[in-house]
């Protein structure tokens, strides 16, 4: 694809419930990070994978929060149990190059507009 | 700590005014600086980058942005803006040696025709 997509674009869940999010990356791309745009808040860093590189976990808010890349490609971010304080637009970007160095430029998704009732 | 600051939360400009959106920073190393705009139901797309060099970088959509390291600011400049400009932006900055980036909350940009 051309660029990073994201599906779906919008979930509406209820408390409690566990949902899914994915993310394809630009092909070829080795880095992949996955943010969190709350309302009036700047973009919250989540997670970042690197090749098969382990990855840094340091930004999931807790341990509802997970996320796997199969075959250093697609990504899927998971939230068990979801609150309402978990309602917020879930960002991915992918880049290019194996340091991930700030100097490659991030390509971002459209987003998953999340909602928890 | 580091720390990105956009003291203005939204800005409303008339069409083929001039615009300058204000971003400081906060870091210990050699900032990496970027100006993202996002529009409605999009992702960011990235509109210009400083690494080194000339303090006057210039992006894509007419942007310009000027780093003033006795400032510790990035401001974003148009000369003239266009009603499609109407999005939010947002200012960025990492560190070599770093994948992560330190997004400001945003600034957004209104246009009255």
């Known amino acids: 694809g051309a660029g990073v997509s994201q599906s779906p674009s919008n979930k509406v869940t209820e408390k409690g419930k566990d949902v899914e999010l994915r993310c394809d990356p630009i092909s070829g791309h080795t880095a992949l990070y996955w943010y969190r745009q709350s309302l009036g808040q700047g973009l919250e860093f989540l997670i970042y994978f690197q090749g098969n590189s382990a990855p840094d976990k340091s930004g999931l808010p807790s341990d509802r929060f997970s996320a796997e890349r199969t075959g250093g490609s697609v990504s899927t971010l998971t939230i068990q149990r979801t609150q309402q304080e978990d309602s917020a637009v879930y960002l991915c970007a992918s880049s290019s190059g194996t340091s991930g160095g700030p100097a490659n430029e991030q390509f971002f998704g459209p987003g998953t507009r999340l909602t928890v009732l | 700590a580091q720390s990105v600051t956009q003291p203005d939360i939204h800005i409303t400009v008339s069409e083929g005014a001039s615009l300058e959106l204000r971003c400081n920073y906060s870091?210990?190393?050699?900032?990496?600086l970027f100006w993202y705009v996002q529009s409605p139901g999009q992702g960011l797309q990235l509109l210009l980058k400083?690494?080194?060099?000339?303090?006057l970088v210039q992006g894509i959509k007419g942007f310009e942005a000027e780093f003033k390291r006795s400032q510790s600011s990035f401001n974003l400049r148009k000369p003239s803006v266009h009603w499609s400009d109407a999005a939010e932006y947002f200012c960025a900055v990492g560190a070599k040696g770093t994948y992560k980036y330190i997004f400001g909350t945003g600034t957004r940009l209104k246009v009255l025709a």
């Open positions: 400083y690494f080194s060099g000339d303090t």
């Open positions: 870091y210990g190393a050699t900032p990496y």
